[in-house]
């Protein structure tokens, strides 16, 4: 009889970008004024929270 042990993963880390680097991506796929529009300085984003807010403000009525 055999015992397997489980092994804890490690937390993943999520990379942080700032508005700059959000705004210069080119990976992001999202109008570039539109995330320099929607984006404060100073903060800083994960790539999914990025396109969230962006696409979020683009599909708003106006």
């Known amino acids: 009889m055999t015992t ?3 092994e804890k ?5 999520v990379s942080a ?8 991506a080119k ?3 999202l ?3 539109a995330v320099a ?3 404060k300085d100073g903060q800083t984003y ?16 106006v």
Do not use: H, I, N
């Not at 993963?9 to 880390?13: R, S």
């Not at 970008?17 to 210069?24: G, H, M, P």
């Open 4 to 6: 397997a042990k489980k």
């Open 9 to 13: 993963a490690a937390p993943v880390e």
């Open 17 to 24: 970008f700032t508005k700059e680097q959000l705004v210069r």
């Open 27 to 29: 990976t992001l796929g």
């Open 31 to 33: 109008p570039r004024d």
């Open 37 to 39: 529009a929607v984006l």
């Open 46 to 61: 994960t790539k999914d929270q990025a396109v969230d807010l962006v696409l979020d403000y683009l599909k708003r009525e």
